[in-house]
């Protein structure tokens, strides 16, 4: 039998198999819910939806996965972007994220996630310029879902991206993020090669700017 906690403040229920179960209405009185093994989780929960229902976040998009809220900002930013900085958008949610991250809600996404999630990207052998633009079009996914009321904040601000030994960095004109050229290695320094993949990402970057030539030289001459 649920035990209801008082108008709007939702209720907790003991279910037959021992687990527990919450329920809490969102502003269109329409009932959401959270399973959990103990009470306390459950508890935990009520208090985290009743506070962002406080600070005005939506909690009838508290279900949104990460999927579900890529697929429509990417709809969105179609109508913005380059054509080319779309396409690479786009493959890097497809490739990168959605695998990864795609089925949890937005709203349970923490920033122990993402850092754990760009570690991964490192340990499975992705290098630092991929995981940063990763990094970027992650975040501005999510800065959207703040916009859009879905989450009160941006848990990518707390993570932590794995850092290179030694690096040149190159500031992007139009974004705040260090692009990174770099050597690295644990004690002799070695010249990274870019791979392909990569090129292409800091093809993208430069197009139609006035590094755009100094780029496209460097790859093709090895310059540094």
């Known amino acids: 039998m649920a035990r209801r906690r008082g108008k ?4 907790i229920s003991k279910r037959s198999n021992g687990t527990y179960r919450a329920y809490v209405h969102n502003e269109n009185g329409n009932r959401i819910h959270f ?10 929960w009520i208090h985290e939806k009743i506070g962002e229902k406080g600070k ?12 579900q809220h890529l697929i429509s900002w990417l709809e969105i930013k179609s109508e913005t972007l380059r054509p080319s900085t779309y396409v690479s958008y786009e493959n890097y949610c497809v490739d990168y994220i959605i695998p ?29 310029p991929t995981i940063k633009y990763v990094y970027r079009v ?11 009321e ?19 960095t190159m500031k992007s004109v139009e ?15 070695k010249l990274q090669v870019y791979s392909s993949e990569e090129l292409e990402v800091l093809f ?17 001459y090895g310059l540094r």
């Open 56 to 67: 005005g976040i939506d909690l009838a998009k508290a279900n949104t996965t990460l999927q």
């Open 150 to 168: 879905i989450i009160a904040f941006n848990p990518i601000h707390g993570a932590t991206l794995p850092k290179p030994k030694s690096a040149y």
């Open 138 to 148: 992650l975040r501005a996914a999510l800065n959207a879902a703040v916009v859009d």
């Open 8 to 11: 709007g403040e939702g209720c």
């Open 175 to 189: 974004d705040s993020d260090d692009k990174v050229i770099s050597f690295e290695d644990d004690g002799e320094k």
């Open 204 to 220: 993208v970057e430069a197009r139609n700017r006035n590094i755009e030539l100094i780029v496209r030289l460097a790859s093709n």
């Open 100 to 128: 990864v991250l795609g089925v949890m809600k937005l709203t349970e996404i923490k920033s122990k996630h993402l850092t754990h999630f760009f570690m991964k990207l490192r340990s499975d052998g992705r290098q630092l």
């Open 35 to 44: 399973s959990a093994k103990t009470k306390k989780e459950c508890q935990d």
